[in-house]
């Protein structure tokens, strides 16, 4: 049984063995470009990842100070 990429970035439905024979056998420049491009998209995704835990931890600081100064308003 072959194993189906999961990275539908690669593309969809292709075996892993099938893309690893076709890599190999691409040039060694292509190898290194590729490479780089998902090399640069896995950064790409994982400052797309760490903005929006900014904006998630940003968001509820901002609700936790407004539960905060909502019940100080209430107990008073």
């Known amino acids: 049984m ?3 990429a999961e990275d539908s970035n690669i593309a969809p439905n292709i075996t892993l063995s099938r893309f690893a024979d076709d890599f190999l056998k691409m040039p060694k420049e292509q190898q290194e470009m590729f490479n780089k491009s998902r090399r ?7 400052l ?3 903005e ?4 998630f931890f940003q968001n509820d600081s901002l609700r936790q100070i407004e539960r905060e100064s909502e019940s100080h308003v209430i107990g008073n």
């Open 52 to 55: 929006s835990l900014k904006e």
């Open 40 to 46: 640069a998209l896995s950064y790409s995704k994982l």
């Open 48 to 50: 797309d990842a760490a």
């Open 2 to 4: 072959e194993l189906i």
